[in-house]
């Protein structure tokens, strides 16, 4: 998502651009998301409540995280930053950040999925929030405070309004709440296809083929691909999600990236199970999309290393959570979907021209839980960085400097 809307909008700048992929765009973190983009996607997972909640998180049982501990031994900066982050300061900063980020998206894809012809894959109709116990928690404390500051609008459900607005659910949820600024998609990996087929209606080229490594030159980079064969470039976007981290170890940059792992699998849904808008199921761990391919469960952060082989417990325990709230058909992928969100320190993306040496090389990767919802944001704060014009929102919380020296 986050490579193809950045190739389209500097396209529109004026551009001749080459997105380069190995895959067919859409195809990796993007292909596999829960297809939710919501304003309400302002509080990351190291928010002040995280201490409280630690001790359960460390038993590694949690159905919403777990885990490898020898994947957090080696990676233990992030885990030091991701902690540290936690800090009033750099959350309310966080969550300013991340809000201008969605504001500038939303209305982006609107226009994106019209002029890609899907404006059939959206809906409007906000996502929901189930909490199976009626007392407020500190977490849910917390989101609607963040809320409030940041003006979302979300409506307080009862049994009874969460049974209106969707019959099929069983009555397990004691409250919820109605995120109404909220858009969905019933298939992530073919609005991205949509966008890189309008990309291409445009003029722009698709190279089908892995970029291996960069070489700076007199005006510019040369991007060496697998093929043997080179690309030469005034401007590199380096948008590789979370492959970013490896790719750019091969100029020696050091990038603080880890990986919140997430599995899909998709289930009948029969007249009994139709949803009609995403929701989360906040004891449950799992976020339930109806999408084309049938009703995707999608579970919450497996700390664990890109490669790692994987573990289907936190999609086991989840899937009977949900069969306890719908009556969801069988499986129907033969194996369940593995993705990788990358996150940095501060949960927030990387979106910026990187510091000297190195003039000319941009990132936009470390989109953790929301890339799919802030691709085309961050298309827009990048093009105007790369035109030298004023961008739209704060450019100061994402920048590469925060993480690769000045
Ligand atoms: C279970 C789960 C649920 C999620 N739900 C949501 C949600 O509801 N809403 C939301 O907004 N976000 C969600 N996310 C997060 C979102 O999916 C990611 O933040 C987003 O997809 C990241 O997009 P990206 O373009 O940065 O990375 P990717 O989609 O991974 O794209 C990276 C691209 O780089 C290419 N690449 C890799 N190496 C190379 C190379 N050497 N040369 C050239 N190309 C290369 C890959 O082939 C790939 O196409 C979810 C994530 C998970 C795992």
Redesign the pocket.
Known sequence: ???TACALELQRCGFAVTL????Q?G????H??????TRS?IVPLNNPGLWRALPALLSNRSVGLRYRPGYLARNLGWAVGFARSTSERRFRLTVRALDQLIGLSLPEHRRLLQESGQLHRLRSDGWIFLYRQNAQTEAMRLQLAAFAACGVRVAELDRVAISQLEPALRPVFARGLHVLDALSVDNPAEVVRGYAALFGQRGGRLLQC???GLQPGADGWTVRLDDGSALQASQVVV?????SKD?LRGIGLAVPLAFE????MHYAADAGAALTRPLYDAQGGY?LSPMQQGLRL??GVELAALDAPPNHAQLDLAEQAARQAIALGPRLDPQPWL????TLPDSRPMIGELPAPRRGLWAA?G?????????PGTARLLATLVCEQAPAIDAAAFAPARFLGR
């Open positions: 998502m986050v490579g380069v992929d190995p895959r765009p195809s990796a973190t993007s596999g998301n829960a297809g939710v983009m996607s892995g970029a291996r948008a590789l999600g979370p492959w790719f792992r997430g599995y899909h976020v999608s579970t993705g990788a969100r990358p990767f989109h953790q839980h929301i890339g799919f919802s802030t691709g």
